[in-house]
Structure formats: C-alpha cells, structure tokens
C-alpha cells in the first residue's frame, strides 16, 4: 500500500486520542462554533460539519439532546432536524451544486454508526464521476477542499437563514 502525506490532517487525528466522550454533545458545549466546526444552531438541533468528510460539504445534523433512538424522538425534534436537512440540501445545491445526494443515518453499532448513542443524520453532497481510483486501489481517500475552507465557504450562508428566521 502507497501513502499520501496530508501533514493537515495531524492536529485532529491526535487531538482525536485525546478526546473522550460524545462528539456531538461537545460541539454543542463548545462556545466557539467555528473550532466545532458549527455552522448552525436550531432550537433542538444543529448542522455541523464531518471532520472526517467523504467530500467536501460532507454535514450532519444531530440533536442536542444525547439520544441513541431517532423513533423515540419527540415530534419537534424530528420536524426541526427535517428542516434542517432541507435547509442544508438548498445552501449545498446553490453553492457547491453537486449532481446529487446522498442522505441517511447509521443505526446501532452493526449498521455502521461510528457514535452510536447519538443519532445523526449526514448530508453528502455527490458528483458524477467524484469516485476514482484512490479508495479502491490505493487504499486512500481524496479529498479536494480543507474543513476551515468549507467553514469559511458555508458558515455566512447559515447565518443568513438564521437572519431569516
């Protein structure tokens, strides 16, 4: 197997070691949206952006509340969370205007969830042909925008809905 240098990637792969706990309850604790990469925050939920992204634009929407069961949610939190998933789809489509999406959440341990007792939905905006090679024959990911760039590119289009509301 070949390896990539991505020298950017060094300060959250080992500040990741030294974190515990759920990463959605300590976004929602942090004060500075930009360091939690928060681009967003509703009343019951928030968008926020995968620091491990399949590519560029990669969200999630997760409550604030550490919950595992989306079906055990109240009903204000699932209408929240859908408007939040719409209102993410139509910033992605007019700024990024990606060919598609793909949308949906990892329930339990066994269907992939990486945090399992905090559900979360992710929003992956996806382009004709934006798979290649890489993930498949060398083992590694590409991907072509920095977290800080999406940040800097999506956060004043957020607050613009928040001004909206």
């Known amino acids: 197997m070949r390896y990539i240098a991505a020298p950017w990637r060094e300060p959250y792969v080992r500040n990741l070691e030294q974190t515990k706990g759920c990463i959605f309850c300590r976004a929602r ?7 939690g990469y928060v681009l967003y925050r509703g009343t019951h939920s928030f968008i926020l952006l995968n620091k ?3 590519l560029p634009g990669h969200l999630m929407v997760a ?3 550490h919950i595992a069961s989306f079906e055990q949610s109240r009903k ?3 209408d929240e969370i859908s408007d939040l998933l719409k209102m993410g789809l139509d910033i992605l489509k007019k700024n990024y205007r ?7 959440m990892n329930l339990g341990k066994s269907a992939g969830a990486g945090i399992a007792d905090h559900f979360h939905f992710h929003l992956i905006p996806r382009w004709t042909g934006d798979s290649n090679f890489m993930p498949i024959v060398g083992r590694t990911r590409v991907v072509i925008e920095d977290l800080d760039t999406t940040y800097a590119r999506l956060r004043p289009l ?3 809905k928040t001004r909206k509301r």
């Open 158 to 160: 957020f607050r613009k």
């Open 76 to 78: 204000e939190l699932s």
């Open 29 to 35: 604790r942090l004060k500075d949206d930009k360091r």
């Open 98 to 104: 990606p060919h598609g999406f793909n949308l949906g």
């Open 52 to 54: 491990f992204p399949y």
């Open 63 to 65: 409550p604030y509340k």
